[in-house]
């Protein structure tokens, strides 16, 4: 099965940029469609951004529309959360996931069998 490591994470201030990275490691990243989901303290895992296998198809959790940017590049078994603009409602662990079903970039977590450690990301006001 395939594993997942999420780095990338930090402390910023509201208005900075960061971006997460996602490496995968024993099986190729382009059997599966990736997502990112954060949970914040005290909340349910939210989600955030998901893309199919190929990269022709993105969505993303309304909270972060026009401000975050999920990409991947396959030949580098790896993908991209590019985060702009952040604010202090962004605060919260970053995970990345993957689902073998390829075609979908699904939006609930249940949908998503593998899953990384996480990252912090922590943005001060």
């Known amino acids: 099965q395939v594993q997942l490591v999420e780095s990338g994470g930090g402390l910023v201030q509201a208005g900075d940029s960061l971006r997460l990275s996602c490496a995968a490691s024993r099986r190729a990243l382009s059997n599966y469609a990736m997502a990112w989901f954060r949970q914040a303290q005290g909340k349910e895992r939210e989600f955030v951004a998901a893309?199919?296998?190929?990269?022709?198809?993105?969505t993303y959790g309304d909270s972060v529309k026009g401000r975050f940017t999920i990409s991947r590049d396959n030949q580098k078994n790896t993908v991209y959360l590019q985060m702009n603009r952040l604010e202090r409602e962004d605060t919260g662990v970053y995970f990345c996931a993957a689902d073998p079903r390829k075609i979908r970039a699904g939006v609930r977590k249940e949908e998503y069998d593998y899953w990384g450690q996480g990252t912090q990301v922590t943005v001060s006001s």
């Open positions: 893309i199919d296998w190929r990269g022709g198809y993105t």
